[in-house]
């Protein structure tokens, strides 16, 4: 079966940095590419940017292009999405989906707020 | 970056009416590989997106046969032939033929 499992609720401070991960399960990890979804509170859903974990091949959407790192894990099936640096606007639930968006994690939920 | 205009934004149905959403976007999506990267998501309230319709129209394993997806190049439907209770949510179109990847704004699907 598979499964995508997102780590837990973060609450954070702005100017603080987070990595959240997505682990994956019941498929070839390296044979698929992995995105990252933003969806803000009460809004539609943004593409950030996705990863091909089997060569690290990485694409940002412009709009998140130097807000955030995505990176991945062959050896524990993991893909990661990371800021350097919160800001109060990055408040939103974060899901990570396999390309063709068939399987989704059950979202992140990251609150960043002074 | 690919334009995905859905319409409507809203749209109150009756129990066991039809429902149809449109997806337009500003260039077409036929992908270099014969592909037609445009897939369908379905969000309840509180829940992640669920897979519907990938590819323009395969419904995805476990989808009712009442959900349909239909179009080419640049217009694509989404359409529900009897809408129930279940079917409440907000629908998204993405595309996935050019990167970035991009989603309608949403469609709400509500009952009247």
């Known amino acids: 079966e598979v499964q995508l499992v997102q780590s837990g609720a973060e609450v954070k401070k702005p100017g603080e940095s987070l990595k959240i991960s997505c682990k994956a399960s019941?498929?070839?990890?390296?044979?698929?590419?992995i995105g990252w979804v933003r969806q803000m509170p009460g809004k539609g859903l943004e593409w950030m940017g996705i990863?091909?974990?089997?060569?690290?091949?990485?694409r940002y959407s412009p709009s998140f292009q130097g807000q955030v790192t995505i990176s991945a894990d062959k050896s524990i099936s993991t893909a990661y999405l990371q800021w350097s640096s919160l800001k109060a606007s990055d408040t939103a639930m974060y899901y990570c989906?396999?390309?063709?968006?068939?399987?989704w994690g059950q979202g992140t939920l990251v609150t960043v707020s002074s | 970056d690919i334009v995905m205009t859905q319409t409507p934004l809203s749209s109150p149905v009756t129990l066991g009416q039809p429902a149809s959403i449109s997806c337009r976007s500003s260039?077409?999506?036929?992908?270099?590989?014969?592909?037609?990267?445009l897939t369908w998501l379905q969000q309840r309230p509180g829940q992640p997106p669920r897979l519907l319709i990938y590819?323009?129209?395969d419904r995805f394993s476990g989808v009712p046969d009442r959900f349909s997806g239909s179009g080419a190049g640049t217009d694509f439907t989404l359409k529900i032939s009897r809408v129930e209770a279940e079917d409440v949510g907000v629908y998204y179109c993405?595309?996935?033929?050019?990167?970035?990847?991009?989603f309608g704004q949403g469609t709400k699907v509500e009952i009247k």
């Open positions: 990863i091909y974990p089997g060569n690290s091949d990485t």
């Open positions: 260039q077409s999506l036929v992908h270099s590989d014969g592909n037609t990267y």
């Open positions: 989906v396999r390309h063709p968006a068939d399987f």
């Open positions: 590819k323009t129209s």
């Open positions: 019941g498929y070839s990890f390296t044979a698929y590419w």
């Open positions: 993405t595309q996935a033929t050019q990167f970035p990847w991009t």
